[in-house]
C-alpha cells in the first residue's frame, strides 16, 4: 500500500466515523451516561467491527452474506433492540443528589462494553455499504487478500477512534458541567432518547 492510498483510506474512514449515525449517537449517549473511559470499551468493540466488515469484503463479504443471511439480520435486530432496551432505562432512570457523580449502570464488564459496540456495528449497514462501495475505489482487493489487509485493518480502527473519541470526550465533559439534579435528568433522557434512535435506525435500515 502506498503512503497516499493509506492516507485516502485512513480520511475516507475517518469522514465515515464523523458522519452522524446510530455508532456516533450510542457513543454520544454513552459517553454523556458513563463518562469517557467506561464509554472506551465500546468503541473498541466499534473498531473491532469496523476491521471485520473490512476483512469480510476483502476475503467475500457478498458469499459470507449469502451464508449468514439470516444470522447477519437476527444479529442486526437483536443489537438495535437492545439499544432501544438501553435508551427506555436511561430515560426512565430516577435522579437524586447522590446520583449526580456517579455513573449510569449500563453493561458492568469490560467484554459487554466491549460487544455491545461490536454488535451494534455488525447490525450498522453503513459500514457494510461503505466497505462495498468506497473500498474498491480506494485500494486493491487482490492485494489486500494477499498480506496487505494487516496494514488496512490498523488504519481503518484508528480512522475511527480519531472520529468517535473527541464525540466521547465532549459527551463527557458536557456531563461534568451539568451538576444540577433537574440537569442530570435532562441529560439521561437525552442520551435514551439517542440510543433509542441510534436503536431505531439500525433495526429500519
Known sequence: MTLHAAFAFFLAVYLLGLTPGPGVFAVIARGLAQG???TLPFIAGILCGNVTWLTLTVFGLSMVA?????????VKIAGGLYLV????KMWRKRV?????DADVPMERSLFRRWLSGYMLTLGNPKPIFFYLSVLPNLLDLNALAHGAVLTAAPIAAAGIACALVPYCLMASRLRR????VTARRRLNRGAGAMLVGAGAAVVAN
Open 36 to 38: 469517557f473511559v467506561r
Open 85 to 88: 432496551w438501553m435508551g427506555v
Open 96 to 100: 437524586s443528589e447522590e446520583d449526580i
Open 66 to 74: 449469502q451464508v449468514l443471511g439470516p444470522l447477519f439480520l437476527a
Open 177 to 180: 458541567v451539568l451538576r444540577s
